[in-house]
């Protein structure tokens, strides 16, 4: 089974993943500015997640796995790959099984560590949307504003909301399998990974996933890292600035 994806432009391979709960969608607009600057964009869907396959295996091993099958299916090797969040530590693993197809790597908010579940607001706020009485997308946020106050995680998980059939919404994601497996998010990189080339961090000045204590362990797995601080930003970096976020990116790449 093969990823879905949207390919943007034309130019050197670079591949582009979401974060939990999230899809290729979070990135298009990014994506697009990318594919103007002579890259060819693979924003791909994660396994459980927007218009990719669902199954019941879920963990970083698989979607590493989806990965390789991906590049290979499109004949992809030496590209740049950005990760966000749970896509970094997807990325992570992938540069350290396969660091002959990555030529640089970027990890947008999120360190090689272990994270305890903390997703159980959002999760149990999507586990309320029943849809065989909430009929718009204005009743499913007014549910979901039970569980999750931040108008702008609201608006980044409702986007996960489609048309079954006129007048029957659904959510994109595989809910079920992702709540039985949401520990697995967590799961840190194994101890003996590295990836020598090239390596971007960049994490939101706002934002608590990557701390001063994690900069050693970036450096364990990645001796050759920069670490930079977006300002005015979260963990949601790349919307809440994403000029910023722009720039370093380009930089780094070109």
């Given at each position: 089974?093969?990823?879905?994806?949207?390919?943007?432009?034309?130019?050197?391979?670079?591949?582009?993943?979401?974060?939990?709960?999230?899809?290729?969608?979070?990135?298009?607009?990014?994506?697009?500015?990318?594919?103007?600057?002579?890259?060819?964009?693979?924003?791909?869907?994660?396994?459980?997640?927007?218009?990719?396959?669902?199954?019941?295996?879920?963990?970083?091993?698989?979607?590493?796995?989806?990965?390789?099958?991906?590049?290979?299916?499109?004949?992809?090797?030496?590209?740049?790959?950005?990760?966000?969040?749970?896509?970094?530590?997807?990325?992570?693993?992938?540069?350290?099984?396969?660091?002959?197809?990555?030529?640089?790597?970027?990890?947008?908010?999120?360190?090689?560590?272990?994270?305890?579940?903390?997703?159980?607001?959002?999760?149990?706020?999507?586990?309320?949307?029943?849809?065989?009485?909430?009929?718009?997308?204005?009743?499913?946020?007014?549910?979901?504003?039970?569980?999750?106050?931040?108008?702008?995680?609201?608006?980044?998980?409702?986007?996960n909301l489609y048309w079954v059939e006129k007048g029957k919404l659904a959510l994109r994601?595989?809910?079920?399998?992702?709540?039985?497996?949401?520990?697995?998010?967590?799961?840190?990189?194994?101890?003996?990974?590295?990836?020598?080339?090239?390596?971007?961090?960049?994490?939101?000045?706002?934002?608590?996933?990557?701390?001063?204590?994690?900069?050693?362990i970036i450096k364990n797995h990645f001796p050759n890292v920069q670490i930079i601080t977006i300002s005015n930003a979260g963990h949601?970096?790349?919307?809440?600035?994403?000029?910023?976020?722009?720039?370093?990116?380009?930089?780094?790449?070109?």
């Open positions: 089974m093969l990823l879905h994806s949207n390919i943007l432009g034309e130019g050197k391979p670079f591949v582009i993943l979401h974060g939990f709960l999230g899809m290729n969608d979070n990135w298009k607009t990014m994506g697009q500015k990318f594919s103007e600057n002579g890259f060819q964009v693979h924003l791909l869907d994660q396994r459980n997640h927007g218009h990719s396959f669902h199954s019941n295996e879920f963990n970083y091993d698989v979607l590493v796995n989806d990965l390789k099958t991906y590049c290979e299916a499109n004949t992809l090797n030496d590209i740049i790959l950005l990760g966000h969040s749970m896509g970094g530590k997807t990325a992570m693993l992938f540069a350290t099984k396969y660091p002959y197809m990555v030529s640089k790597l970027l990890v947008a908010d999120i360190s090689p560590r272990f994270y305890p579940v903390h997703h159980d607001g959002i999760l149990n706020g999507l586990s309320a949307l029943d849809f065989d009485v909430i009929k718009s997308r204005g009743e499913a946020e007014d549910v979901l504003s039970n569980y999750v106050s931040d108008f702008g995680t609201r608006q980044f998980l409702l986007k994601m595989n809910l079920e399998v992702l709540k039985e497996e949401v520990a697995e998010i967590g799961e840190p990189l194994p101890d003996q990974a590295r990836f020598e080339r090239e390596t971007l961090f960049l994490k939101g000045d706002r934002s608590e996933y990557i701390g001063v204590e994690d900069e050693s949601w970096l790349h919307a809440e600035n994403p000029e910023d976020f722009f720039d370093a990116v380009i930089k780094f790449i070109k």
